[in-house]
């Protein structure tokens, strides 16, 4: 399966942002956001272009409404956090830990799960397609009310995992 990566994504040249300084509804195009760490931050309705999240920590955060196209995450802790109708688009995550997060009516369009912890999370009413796990642990997560589309598991671990009235039929 072929799974388009982030686009128009130049490392040299992005920005460095901190995300405590950002507001909701605010559009962030080419910056990278390195080595932060928080707890319980929201954001709400931010839309991400072109960005890079390197090392970033934010636990039991809740991140709303908000959009990330062609964006690299990588070495970042997303645990138990709360992602709530947000779109990733071309999307990657890389060696990244997002155990026991729900991600509820979020939509997934060619992302990229690489050696990623994602353990115990719950994916609810989510739109997901072009989508490929890989080298990931998925264990005791749920899978419920899905529409799912062109979904690759690749070395993964799926113990315990339930897909509830999700469709797993091969088209």
């Known amino acids: 399966m072929k799974i388009v990566k ?14 405590k ?4 509804e605010t559009d962030i195009n080419y910056s990278i956001f390195e080595n932060e760490e928080y707890n319980n931050i929201n954001l709400y309705q931010i839309e991400f272009k ?6 970033i920590s934010i636990q039991k955060g809740i991140l ?11 070495y970042c802790n997303f645990s138990n956090t709360e992602f ?20 509820i009516e979020n939509r997934f369009h060619n992302v990229s799960f690489i050696e990623t ?14 989508i490929m796990f890989q080298n990931t642990g998925l264990q005791n997560s749920y899978f419920q009310e899905n ?4 979904v690759c598991f690749n070395n993964v671990n799926l113990v315990y995992t339930r897909f509830l009235k999700t469709s797993l039929k091969v088209q």
């Open 6 to 19: 982030p686009q128009n994504l130049n490392i040299g040249k992005l920005t460095k942002n901190l995300l």
């Open 21 to 24: 300084n950002l507001n909701s």
């Open 50 to 55: 072109n960005c890079k999240f390197n090392n």
């Open 64 to 74: 709303e409404k908000t959009t990330f196209i062609d964006v690299i995450f990588e």
């Open 84 to 103: 709530s109708e947000n779109s990733f688009i071309r999307c990657r995550f890389n060696n990244c830990k997002i155990s026991g997060s729900n991600f």
């Open 117 to 130: 912890n994602a353990s115990y999370i719950n994916l609810y009413m989510s739109s997901i397609e072009n």
């Open 147 to 150: 529409k799912l589309k062109n």
